[in-house]
Structure formats: C-alpha cells, structure tokens
C-alpha cells in the first residue's frame, strides 16, 4: 500500500459541549476472552473498536480461500475470466482432492462454471473447488498462489502470505494476520459489491446433485450479517471472518484460534451485537462526496477531488460526544495522468481517546496530462500566486 505523507488539515463542523472529554472504549463481550486473536473494525471510519494480537501471523485453515474468491473476482471484474467459463478437472487432482476435507466432488467427467466453483468455494469450503478453478486457471497451484501473493502485496498485507489455493495444511507456509484478513474484506465488499452479493451470505446451496453447507455461525442469525468465511484444521483451530451491516454501517471481524467451534460461533455473534449496541457513529460525508482537493502536478487540471467510496463517519461509544479531528494524507502534489476511482490517498479520523482510523480516498475524476496550453495557464497561476 501507498505511504501517503503529506498532510491537508480539515475543519470539521460539529458542536462539541465544553465538558467533553476524551471516550473511554467500552469492554468487549467476555465470550471473545478465550480466543488468541482477535479484531472488529467499523469500515466506515477504519477505527479498531476491539483487538487482540491483530499483527500476529496465524494459519487461516479455510479462510484461505477468500483470497481465491477475490483473485476471481479480479479477473472476472477486468473480463479475463468469463463466469460461465467451464473448467475441467485433472485426473491428478481427482485424485488427490475427491472426498478430502469438504468436497463438492468434482470428477473428470464434470464442466463446473467458475460461477459453480466460486458458490463452492465460498458457500460449502469445497477445497477440490479452490483447486481446480486455481489449476484451470492460471495452470498450476504455484502459478494460483503467486496470484493470490500478488494480490495481497497490492492491498498491503504485508504479513501474509499464501502457498495453497484452499488452505489445506502445508507446513505454515500460509500465514495471514487479522489486520490483513480486514484489508482483504474490505476490498471484496467495496471494489466488488456485486460479485460479494452474489457469493456470500448463503446458507446453503446445490451443484448437481451435491447439497452444499455453510458453517457460517453469523448469518441467519445476527441482523445484517452476510458472510464470511469460516475455516478449520487441526493446527489452525476454528477461525472466521465475518461482517456484518446495518442501516449502512458495516462492521468486519476476525476470530482465530478458537479452541472449539462453539467457542468461535458464540464469540462471533457477541463480538458483532456488541459492536452495534456499544458504538454509535457521526455522519461525516456522503458516498462520492468532494472531501478535499489534493493539489496536481502536469495535469490538465491544478485539483483533483478527493472522494470515498462508502459512506464515512467516525465511531464512537455510545452516549458520548468526544471530539473529532480529520486530516487527509496524500504524497503531492499528485503527478498526472490520474484515472478516477484511483487510490491517492486516506482521510485520518481521530477520536479523542482512541486510537485512529483511515479510509480509503480515490480520484473523483480524470485528470489528463497538460498539454502546452496547460503548462502556460498553469505557469503563469504559479509566478502570480
């Protein structure tokens, strides 16, 4: 990810009473307690409102295949990989994969579409799913992971790494870590709304004649939750990534290392009722609204509007008025051509008491190169100002 460096500051328009003062962070729910790792973060603000070791590495187990799931959703979103696509299985992987761990049973004889393997990936955990489409696709594992790597060095999660398209046990050689599992989320809810609809949240679902499950402990369950992934092996424990949304808020949370799946289950569903019921939000701007001007260099234009794609707020606990603080990050002046919808930079919210969140900002437009007309207006606005 980017370091954004230089700093805007921003006036914020909220009356605060004179006895505020700093917010004290309400207490997690006791049920998150026995588990080793743990992390919610409000999306909206990027504000951690709970965390245990969210730096530490741990093994995902089936958690893993999020990252399959987005590098599909990264190349049906550039149109290289069609969703009716049909995949045929290797009699190698056959093999190895039928009837191991959880199964859609593919065999040789089948043409699943890569809309079959992505409900099979992220409904059922089928990790014969995970391979094949990784196998078809880019024409081996390795060829998969190196993907799957390149995709997490690109949303900066810089203490990850993947060796295996489904997280089946490969002697620690997949790792993540709770921060990290909370930038791949947040990139599949916002960069692919439709794909995330389309491939998370469901219960259950059929493939020929297979009927498929989900261990998803959260939806059906708590209001709003819709996905994500849950996983499991002997050395990772029971994991889960999980969110939920309402009334436009929308919450992320890990859980790794839980030593029973009921351990894992109760604490998701605290630890996300909690984060609605403790926290409450301030508006701060719409979706796509103008949040600054971030200064331009070579460009057919001196400004460009900085933009986020989700609703933004700050998060507080609730019934109190802390004060709030923004500031907008963004190396500059930013260097034309800039296409809209680019990252440039993140706005900082700082509530007084707890720690800082950041949101993602982007282009709110296109931003040419100058041509020699621009380069004149341009030079003589600099000599005069």
């Known amino acids: 990810m980017k370091s954004f460096s230089n700093i805007v500051k921003l006036a914020l328009a909220v009356t605060i009473p004179a006895s505020a003062s700093a917010a004290s962070i309400p207490a997690p729910p006791p049920q998150v307690a026995p588990i080793p790792v743990s992390l919610l973060v409000d999306l909206g603000s990027g504000q951690v409102l709970a965390q245990k070791h969210p730096d530490t590495p741990f093994l995902p187990a089936s958690?893993?295949?999020?990252?399959?799931?987005?590098?599909?959703?990264?190349?049906?979103?550039?149109?290289?990989?069609?969703?009716?696509?049909?995949?045929q299985e290797r009699p190698e992987t056959e093999k190895e994969w039928f009837a191991k761990g959880t199964n859609m049973y593919i065999t040789t004889k089948?043409?699943?579409?890569?809309?079959?393997?992505?409900?099979?990936?992220?409904?059922?955990?089928?990790?014969?799913?995970?391979?094949?489409?990784?196998?078809?696709?880019?024409?081996?594992v390795q060829g998969w992971a190196a993907k799957m790597n390149d995709a997490a060095r690109r949303l900066g999660m810089t203490r990850s790494h993947y060796n295996t398209p489904n997280g089946w046990m490969d002697e620690g050689n997949t790792y993540v870590t709770a921060s990290d599992l909370v930038r791949l989320a947040d990139a599949m809810i916002t960069r692919y709304p439709d794909l995330y609809r389309e491939f998370s949240g469901h219960k259950h679902w059929i493939w020929r004649d297979v009927h498929m499950r989900s261990h998803d402990p959260t939806v059906g369950v708590v209001p709003g939750a819709d996905g994500i992934k849950t996983g499991y092996t002997r050395e990772a424990g029971y994991n889960f990534l999980g969110t939920?949304?309402?009334?436009g808020r929308r919450l992320v949370m890990v859980l790794a290392g839980s030593p029973l799946p009921k351990v894992r289950d109760d604490a998701a569903k605290a630890l996300l009722e909690w984060g609605?019921?403790?926290?409450?939000?301030?508006?701060?701007?719409?979706?796509?609204q103008t949040i600054a001007q971030a200064k331009v260099q070579g460009g057919d234009a001196r400004s460009l509007p900085l933009v986020a794609n989700r609703e933004v707020h700050a998060t507080?606990?609730?019934?109190?008025?802390p004060g709030i603080t923004l500031a907008v990050h963004y190396s500059g002046p930013i260097k034309a051509p800039i296409?809209?919808?680019?990252?440039?930079?993140?706005?900082?919210?700082?509530?007084?008491?707890?720690?800082?969140?950041?949101?993602?900002?982007?282009?709110?437009r296109d931003v040419g190169t100058a041509g020699w007309l621009d380069r004149l207006l341009n030079g003589l606005i600099n000599l005069f100002t």
Do not use: C
């Not at 958690?63 to 995949?87: C, H, N, P, S, W």
């Not at 609605?276 to 796509?288: I, P, S, V």
């Not at 507080?316 to 008025?321: K, L, S, V």
């Open 110 to 140: 089948d043409r699943p579409t890569t809309r079959d393997l992505l409900h099979g990936i992220m409904t059922a955990s089928a990790n014969d799913a995970a391979v094949v489409l990784g196998e078809g696709y880019a024409g081996s």
């Open 63 to 87: 958690v893993t295949k999020v990252m399959t799931a987005y590098v599909a959703f990264e190349e049906i979103g550039a149109g290289r990989l069609r969703m009716d696509r049909q995949f």
């Open 339 to 364: 296409r809209k919808g680019e990252q440039v930079g993140e706005l900082e919210i700082r509530v007084a008491g707890l720690a800082p969140g950041r949101v993602p900002l982007y282009a709110g």
């Open 244 to 247: 939920a949304e309402r009334g």
């Open 276 to 288: 609605f019921a403790a926290w409450d939000t301030r508006h701060l701007f719409d979706q796509g």
């Open 316 to 321: 507080i606990p609730r019934g109190t008025q």
